[in-house]
């Protein structure tokens, strides 16, 4: 099985401790070997053989030593309070640790008739048994395959809700008689919603939207349906939501757009590459732009908002046009060799499919919803000849700045598939839809035959639900087995000397202190507090108290809640106590000599404590847990870290973690882990209790509040994020295609509680997923085929919530056409995921190998078969010229290069990084953009709420580009780097560092002096516009050429050889000789 490409032989089966990340559903387990996703190869193929060019030069890339573990006192033995702290402390509920036996309660006491062993504490009332949404096995196990069947015919399995709690099934009469409000009496459902809709959660989406409030009937911002003739699958009369029409996107192409939201422009872009891919006019750069919506300072309108074709919109109908008179922008020829200088000037933008216009314009953002291939192959075996990987890349929770809300009693959906209605269903008539995905023809309801919108009747077409392909419900009491739950956040906090040494605990108390109000959540909202060392303390909260009460329990073996009712208390009822405790516990540890680490008992205590509600758990630890269940050892040894041909201990040591997890996830509860630590954590076994929970992970490596302030920053800035951010709770998330393709493989944090079905205890507006696909019927009959995501969750004011995103995408029957949309960021994305998976399953060899085979295979098969007239050179299509590019930098990034000196667990977090974030900023960590900076204008600035915003050119990453004379900026991702050349222009250094020679730059400076000079405006402009588009906080470095981190900003020099590595030039020699072969 040790074939050299993707194949998707990895991570079944469930007794493997992987299963998560790389699960398979039946159907795919079934495929034939050779039809996962065209990218197999022989095993005698090895790349690596070719690129080992020299020893590695572990001193090069040094990166510290791992300090050990400092042998500290004796467990149990937890020192006095220094001072008299406001907290009560040990006398009320200290419980000897030869207390409590198993089933015995824990003995009298104080106060331990409360403290009761958890079976009595909480039994489980009826609605926690069946807390979970769905019925079926545990959620900790795999459940039974319900037979092969794909989704798309199994009403069962197809619905994001349970078997139980479905809405109407097939049979309900679809007329129910609580639709929509009668006409005219209720404002329309659409944006800007009517307060009991929408409202409520509104400031959380950021600035009010541009567009204009109510709209009176008949001038809805709704454009009116297409007018087209014939339907999809060529079935029907006159049907006037359907989108073959030619003529329509021909007059729609000739048309002028109005400029639109004309903010800036970009440069221009050279020759050649101004067809298809011509960036939107857009304050932002087009990669980032509905994905940056909320952290921009102005108001972006949505994809889909009324107004004229814009530039944007045209692109498709040029892409068509030119498909059809010759060749198109994507298949011009580009000769790799010969052309030097690949990137585009500004972010790569994500291709157009092609589609008409008037079905683009309704298309799902590229940046909630991506395909690798924008063109569908019509067979697996034409996709099988591509030797690309199909799959789609999701940002499903995204934060919008504008998002239609609909309240229905009846959601519309086909009796079949359970689909939910969309754009890009075809209407037979006003009384009949066909489904888009199973092709079922459906009543339409009666009260779907009211627009709310326009406050019509008989115009289902117009219905806000069919004219936006994302969309969201506030869901009927079908969607619910029990009362939605409140939002219940619980910290369990590292109080170990090394905590305590690193300084986080009072950045996050004062954190947390800071936005107490701004929690999401309403009256019922919940809070409690855990802090651990090598014993578990809890702190009663509960109203009418004078102060906090902390409780010990120090058997953790068999872990208890010592007052299981007063732990997790209401918010606004006991906020002062909260604000207490929050003051102080920062001294409370101030002086612990306590070295030991419980972190899985304070786990175990955690889930009970949050089992019968479900919520959010926030751990933050600072060293490898020692002591108890869940105990790690170092597994990691720094002197291996350069020169191991492979890298080991990618899985993880223990399933402790991972088990826990499912419990929790099975209970509706996520965790999210700070790791905040110098020294080895091993983040391989502690991160599964987020990935299989659906929780995230921070890592904030050599955190110290003295030595490492970027990394206090960056903390501070995460932390303000994760506090206030939108979140969903019990959350489910579905994925549906049409009939004849089939989702196999889903990367992110989750768990895959049924076939297909994703389990997310909790969903963030910054978390990514994605799934492969293959091709199980031919798709010869389709011009169209879509995709659906349906996130069900609760939302932290207690609405049940289905938000749902439909892509449409062309099917073509040319390798050509399928080479033409292939959507050059989004395949490396997804070859990341599965590097990944493969760097754990087998080994990061193999996933090195199978990334580099990629490359070739899809370049040999390009050139065998698709290209028509043979050229010297290594030849890749337009829309793939920076494939090889992106390959080599993934080969070089942290989670896969080798032969450089790379943490353990810096390497996981990055796999874990590329894995979980949605694809702009994956790209980031991937590719860096390097921009020069000393030379910067306001030629080509963006323009946003009257701040100048300069838009340099992004560099390739070479040294080439840089000069002694110059200063330039990394940006990549999580961390920036501003390198300060040795010559660097006086003027900069005056007027942006605001020191007077380059011997006067500081060695550790991560902040940029506030002066008022122009110079130092523009500079801070572009860097807080660089952060303001992403959901996290990158900090910045400023190094002169001699800088420890000097290292870093080089390695990402992915163009340049290295030791251990290739330049781009000799890779593109590799690939090109290897093709030939
Ligand atoms: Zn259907």
Not at 1071 to 1077: E, G, N, P, T, V
Request: charged share 15%; glycine share 6%.
């Amino acid at each position: 099985m040790s074939t050299a490409g993707f194949n998707s032989q990895n991570g079944t089966g469930t007794g493997q401790t992987y299963t998560n990340g790389p699960s398979q559903n039946p159907v795919a387990l079934q495929q034939p070997p050779g039809v996962g996703y065209g990218m197999n190869h022989q095993p005698a193929y090895n790349p690596m053989q070719a690129k080992v060019l020299g020893p590695p030069n572990p001193a090069l890339y040094a990166s510290g030593p791992h300090q050990p573990v400092p042998p500290g006192p004796q467990l149990g033995s937890y020192p006095p309070p220094p001072a008299q702290p406001l907290l009560t402390r040990p006398q009320i509920g200290v419980l000897p640790s030869h207390t409590p036996p198993q089933s015995a309660s824990p003995g009298p006491g104080p106060r331990q008739a409360q403290a009761t062993p958890p079976a009595q504490a909480t039994p489980p009332p009826p609605a926690v048994t069946s807390t979970s949404y769905y019925t079926g096995p545990p959620a900790w196990q795999y459940a039974a395959p319900r037979g092969p069947a794909p989704n798309h015919v199994n009403p069962a399995a197809a619905a994001p809700s349970h078997s139980s709690a479905q809405p109407p099934g097939p049979g309900a009469p679809p007329t129910s008689i609580h639709g929509y409000p009668q006409p005219g009496t209720a404002p329309p459902p659409m944006n800007p919603p009517p307060p009991h809709t929408y409202q409520p959660n509104r400031p959380a989406y950021g600035p009010p939207p541009t567009a204009p409030p109510a709209r009176p009937p008949g001038a809805t911002g709704t454009p009116p349906p297409p007018k087209v003739d014939g339907d999809v699958a060529g079935n029907g009369p006159q049907a006037p939501n359907s989108y073959n029409h030619v003529d329509n996107r021909m007059a729609g192409a000739a048309q002028p757009g109005p400029p639109g939201r004309h903010l800036g422009h970009y440069p221009s872009l050279p020759p050649g590459y101004q067809n298809t891919l011509a960036p939107p006019p857009s304050s932002l750069h087009p990669a980032l732009q509905a994905a940056t919506q909320p952290y921009t300072q102005g108001p972006q309108p949505y994809q889909q908002q009324p107004g004229g074709p814009g530039p944007d919109q045209l692109s498709p109908s040029m892409a068509a046009m030119s498909l059809q008179s010759g060749t198109p922008e994507a298949l011009r020829v580009v000769n790799l060799l010969q052309e030097r200088n690949l990137l585009p000037p500004a972010p790569v933008p994500a291709p157009t499919p092609c589609l008409t216009q008037d079905l683009q314009k309704l298309n799902c953002s590229p940046e909630v919803f991506r395909c690798t291939l924008t063109s569908i192959p019509q067979t697996q075996s034409l996709l099988n000849k591509a030797k690309l990987p199909l799959g789609l890349l999701l940002h499903p929770f995204k934060d919008l700045s504008q998002l239609p809300v609909v309240t229905s009693s009846t959601i519309v959906r086909c009796r079949s598939c359970r689909t939910y209605i969309n754009p890009f269903v075809s209407f037979l008539d006003q009384r009949r839809w066909k489904c888009n995905l199973c092709y079922r023809v459906n009543d339409v309801p009666e009260e779907f035959m009211y627009n709310p919108v326009s406050r019509s009747y008989g115009e289902p077409h117009k219905r806000p639900e069919v004219q936006n392909a994302t969309i969201e419900f506030i869901a009927p009491s079908e969607y619910m087995l029990r009362p939605p739950q409140p939002a219940v956040y619980l910290f369990v906090l590292d109080v170990s000397h090394n905590a305590v040494e690193t300084g986080y605990l009072s950045v996050f108390c004062q954190s947390l202190l800071d936005n107490i109000n701004a929690l999401p959540g309403d009256s019922r909202t919940k809070v409690g507090f855990i802090t651990f060392d090598s014993t578990i303390h809890f702190y009663n909260l509960q109203e009418g108290l004078s102060q906090p009460q902390m409780l010990i329990v120090s058997d953790i073996e068999d872990i208890f809640l010592p007052t299981p009712d007063s732990l997790l208390v209401n918010l606004n009822e006991c906020k002062e106590l909260v604000q207490d405790l929050l003051k102080s516990l920062p001294n409370l540890f101030e002086k612990t000599m306590e070295t030991q680490s419980a972190l899985g008992s304070a786990l175990q205590a955690a889930f009970k404590l949050l089992s019968p509600t479900g919520g959010r758990m926030s751990v933050f630890q600072t060293q490898l847990p020692n002591l108890g269940v869940g105990a790690l050892q170092s597994r990691e040894d720094p002197n291996q870290r350069a020169s191991a041909k492979d890298v080991q201990h990618l899985s993880p040591a223990t399933d402790f973690y991972k088990k826990l997890a499912l419990d929790c996830s099975g209970q509706q509860v996520a965790v999210d882990l700070f790791l905040l630590s110098a020294q080895y954590c091993d983040l391989a076994s502690l991160g599964c209790i987020s990935r299989f929970s659906a929780g995230s992970v921070y890592y904030y490596p050599s955190y110290h509040h003295q030595h490492n302030p970027a990394q206090v920053e960056r903390f501070q800035r995460d932390l303000k994020r994760y506090l206030t951010r939108k979140i969903g709770f019990e959350a489910v998330m579905r994925i549906r295609c049409t009939k004849g393709l089939s989702i196999h493989t889903f990367h992110g944090n989750f768990f895959v509680r049924s076939t297909d079905l994703l389990s997310l205890p909790n969903v963030n507006p910054d978390a990514g997923f994605a799934v492969q696909m293959s091709i199980e019927e031919n798709l010869d009959d389709m011009q169209v085929v879509s995709f659906q995501a349906a996130l069900l969750y609760t939302s932290s004011k207690g609405e049940r919530r289905i938000r749902v995103h439909t892509m449409c995408l062309p099917v073509v029957s040319s390798l050509s056409d399928v080479f033409a949309g292939a959507d050059v960021q989004a395949v490396t994305g997804l070859l990341a995921c599965m590097a990944v998976d493969r760097s754990v399953t087998s080994s990061l060899s193999d996933a090195r190998d199978a990334m580099t085979n990629a490359a070739i295979d899809s370049l040999s098969s390009y050139r065998q078969s698709a290209l028509t007239i043979q050229q010297p050179g290594l030849l890749a299509p337009a829309c793939l010229r920076l494939f090889p590019l992106y390959i080599l930098a993934l080969l070089k990034q942290k989670a896969f290069r080798t032969g450089t000196s790379t943490r353990l667990d810096e390497r996981v977090f990055a796999m874990y990084q590329l894995k979980y974030q949605p694809l702009a900023f994956a790209m980031l960590m991937i590719h860096p953009a390097l921009y020069r900076l000393d030379d910067l204008s306001d030629e080509g600035a963006l323009n946003i709420n009257e701040r100048t915003i300069p838009q340099p050119r992004v560099l390739q990453l070479s040294v080439e580009k840089l000069s002694r004379e110059g200063a330039f900026l990394m940006d990549a991702g999580l961390v920036m780097y501003l390198w300060i050349g040795r010559n660097c222009h006086q003027n900069f250094l005056s007027q942006v560092l605001g020191v007077s020679s380059y011997a006067a730059v500081p060695e550790k400076l991560c902040l940029l002096p506030e002066l008022d000079t122009a110079e130092s405006q523009r500079t801070r402009a572009l860097v807080s516009w660089l952060r303001d588009q992403r959901p996290f906080f990158p900090s910045l470095h400023i190094i002169r050429d001699e800088s420890q981190l000097k290292p870093h900003f080089m390695q990402n020099m992915i163009e340049d050889r290295t030791e251990s590595a290739l330049s781009y030039y000799e890779f593109l020699l590799h690939l090109q000789q290897q093709i030939s072969k």
